[in-house]
């Protein structure tokens, strides 16, 4: 019977049931037809956003197949559908939803996370920065004055302290530059307070990703906060450059200890519930001064702050070293301080003396002053907590000074203009 | 007028001489490439911007190609102007191949499953090489009685060792094989599902009865045969295609969008088997 068949049609039947099966035996191997569904996921509506967005979207439906939310069945809607009252919603194919979930929507699982987040200095402390409280509804303002953490006057009343860069470099340049990161606090329409998208990158909400210090170098980087140079140079960061592929990131929240992650990254020291310590998205709660600051001040709960950190850094080193570790570093704090505070005093009396505006960037020493302490005094700071020693010393303290002695040379010589007119 | 027998199972009436419905088919698949891949690229709103190199190259092709089908007594620089193009062409397709080859590999330069099934296709622009090959063939003669022996109009006569119908034949099989296996990576996306089966069997099946006539000296009348069903199942299986595809796009709403049909299942893509079926059906016609 076969031979009678025609020649062309065994081949082409041959090829194919061939071909089907090398495809076939692919997709049984490891990994081979690794496709864009796991088990266990579900989507919405009997597949309805999964049915469009694998195709208008498919990056965003494959991340989150990857998911741990996804393989607990959390669904599209448990984050996206909003209330009608929402003014993020949008009607969306039959469903009300929100294009980007706020911490309105992660609170539904997530309320201890979102109520530490919301009571931390990520939370509306970041875009005070930016705009004091002008963009906070009156319940944002209040939610905000009860953060501990809050800088404040002297009279305990807080102090919305915005840097006048926002309004100098306008909304040309702020959106792509310093709203980017500082939008981790930025108060949102719905009621609630900034963006756990920031550090938790959708769609895969990864464990480990947010655990690598690459998530928290997104923002923590650059001349005014280096901590990402720093961590890199540190010896913490050379463990984890050189052997950090073999820790498991993947451990449960709040069950890490040493044998997860011999040397910490950013958020075992500053969030992770490690060894003794238990988790927490409050990131002050470890910091014991106002390192950001011109001149450090040490923040409420100082003492208490200090020993929570003490506890992590005891997991892996002995006490007189912790405590050495410390000693140092509040000595270059307290160095840096004064030089800082000598350098706003002589700008102090420029303007007192009007020789320059109190127009902030208005002058060049007044530049100048200001990079004095937003890049080298808090280089110099973080660096010596961080145990980056480049950065105390080249980076941060020597430039300081170098930046210190041109603030008192061309203040001399702007008094000496001053007083033959000449800046008249 | 005219007419082909193909394999004398069917007589097929044609608006005009076989080469030259050859040379329209050329223009056609020209224009409606250039249309999918503009849609393609759209999506990314042409950038990086040698995406355009296609979408200005397909309308070129097709005019050539267009002009050449409407004359019947072409002018010689029409006919020279027709081969450097689809020279060009050749080249537009390993061109784009090997950007859409390098757009599939990961952020650390591996090629994955998953990866290369939501890359570029990476062998649809070998459509360029392959239409326009077929476009250059179709202004190519033979000589008579000598198989192989073809003259390519102001260049030159050149010895093949097949001869020019043979050449079509290869151009077809090349044509379901590159279909098939893009037809298997594109449906990996998500799975594999029976419908998904039908253009990744009917490809490979194609692929292997037409590579196997290209390849036999003497044809049976059961390879006659397979061939001509086999051709006739690509039409079916196109426009059955095209009806999925368009289902998809639709969404399950019934409502056209612009956005689902640039970036859901690639509207035009099936109809490249019901394209194959009727080049396939043309080049074995006799002319009657």
Redesign the interface.
């Known amino acids: 019977m076969v031979e009678?068949?025609?020649?062309?049609?065994i081949?082409?039947?041959?090829?194919?049931l061939v071909?089907?099966l090398i495809?076939y035996l692919?997709?049984k191997l490891p990994?081979?037809?690794?496709?864009?569904?796991v088990q266990n996921v579900s989507f919405t509506g009997g597949d309805k956003c999964a049915?469009?967005h694998?195709?208008?979207t498919?990056?965003i439906v494959?991340q989150y197949a990857m998911s741990t939310m996804a393989k607990s069945g959390v669904k599209c809607e448990d984050c996206h559908v909003v209330e009608k009252n929402n003014p993020l919603g949008h009607d969306h194919?039959g469903f009300f939803i929100t294009y980007s979930p706020t911490p309105k929507q992660c609170a539904r699982c997530h309320v201890r996370e979102t109520d530490e987040f919301e009571h931390s200095r990520h939370a509306g402390p970041a875009w005070m920065a930016l705009t004091g409280f002008d963009d906070f509804s009156p319940e944002q303002r209040k939610l905000t004055e009860e953060i501990p953490e809050l800088t404040r006057g002297p009279n305990g009343i807080p102090t919305a302290t915005r840097n006048a860069l926002f309004d100098i470099e306008g909304p040309d340049v702020t959106p792509a530059a310093c709203q980017s990161c500082h939008s981790i606090g930025k108060p949102n329409q719905d009621g609630s307070i900034g963006n756990c998208n920031k550090c938790h990158l959708r769609h895969e909400f990864s464990l480990a990703q947010v655990r690598k210090p690459e998530v928290c170098g997104q923002c923590h980087l650059g001349p005014d906060h280096p901590q990402d140079e720093i961590y890199k140079e540190s010896a913490h960061g050379v463990m984890y450059a050189t052997q950090g592929e073999k820790w498991n990131w993947n451990q449960k929240a709040g069950r890490l200890t040493v044998q997860d992650m011999p040397a910490p990254t950013c958020a075992t020291c500053h969030m992770s519930g490690f060894g003794g310590e238990g988790t927490t998205h409050e990131v002050g709660t470890r910091l014991s001064m106002f390192l950001f600051a011109a001149v450090s001040t040490n923040r409420p709960n100082s003492e208490q702050n200090r020993r929570n950190m003490e506890t992590l850094c005891y997991n892996c080193h002995s006490k007189p070293f912790v405590k050495n570790v410390y000693q140092r570093a509040d000595s270059v704090t307290s160095f840096v301080n004064a030089r800082v505070q000598e350098a706003t005093n002589i700008i102090n009396g420029l303007i007192k003396d009007k020789v320059i505006t109190s127009k902030p960037f208005a002058t060049q020493i007044s530049f100048d002053a200001f990079d004095l302490w937003h890049y080298y005094g808090r280089t110099a700071k973080f660096a010596a907590y961080m145990q980056g020693p480049d950065y105390v010393q080249w980076h941060g303290v020597y430039p300081l000074l170098k930046q210190l002695n041109k603030v008192k040379e061309d203040a001399m010589r702007l008094r000496a203009q001053h007083k033959s007119g000449a800046l008249k | 007028m005219s007419e082909i027998s193909v394999f004398h199972i069917a007589r097929i009436k044609l608006p005009m001489e076989k080469n030259r419905l050859v040379m329209l088919l050329v223009g056609v698949n020209f224009v409606f490439t250039g249309f999918d891949v503009a849609l393609s690229h759209a999506v990314n709103n042409f950038v990086p911007a040698y995406e355009w190199i296609p979408i200005i190259y397909a309308p070129l092709g097709a005019a050539s190609s267009f002009l050449l089908a409407l004359k019947t007594n072409p002018t010689k620089p029409l006919t020279f102007a027709h081969i450097i193009l689809m020279a060009l062409g050749i080249a537009v397709g390993v061109l784009g191949t090997a950007f859409h080859a390098n757009q599939a590999l990961n952020p650390l330069g591996q090629l994955t499953w998953i990866w290369l099934t939501f890359a570029s296709p990476i062998l649809a622009p070998l459509a360029f090489s392959g239409i326009s090959l077929v476009g250059l063939y179709a202004v190519v003669e033979e000589i008579k009685d000598n198989p192989g022996f073809l003259k390519v109009p102001g260049i030159g006569i050149f010895k093949a060792p097949i001869s020019r119908d043979r050449h079509f034949l290869w151009f077809v099989g090349l044509g379901f094989a590159a279909s098939a296996i893009t037809s298997i990576i594109d449906h990996g996306q998500y799975g594999y599902n029976f419908y998904k089966l039908i253009p990744i069997a009917y490809g490979l099946f194609a692929t292997g009865v037409v590579i196997s006539v290209a390849l036999s000296k003497e044809w049976s009348r059961g390879d006659e045969v397979t061939y001509f069903w086999t051709m006739i199942a690509g039409i079916v299986v196109g426009l059955l295609g095209f009806g999925f595809h368009l289902s998809g796009d639709l969404g399950g709403t019934g409502q056209f969008s612009v956005e689902r049909i640039l970036v859901f299942a690639p509207i035009l893509a099936p109809l490249l088997y019901a394209d194959l079926g009727v080049l396939g059906l043309i080049v074995v016609g006799e002319e009657k």
């Open positions: 009678k068949l025609p020649r062309s049609l081949i082409g039947i041959a090829v194919t071909a089907i495809i692919f997709t990994g081979g037809g690794e496709t864009a569904k049915t469009c694998q195709r208008v498919p990056d494959y194919e």
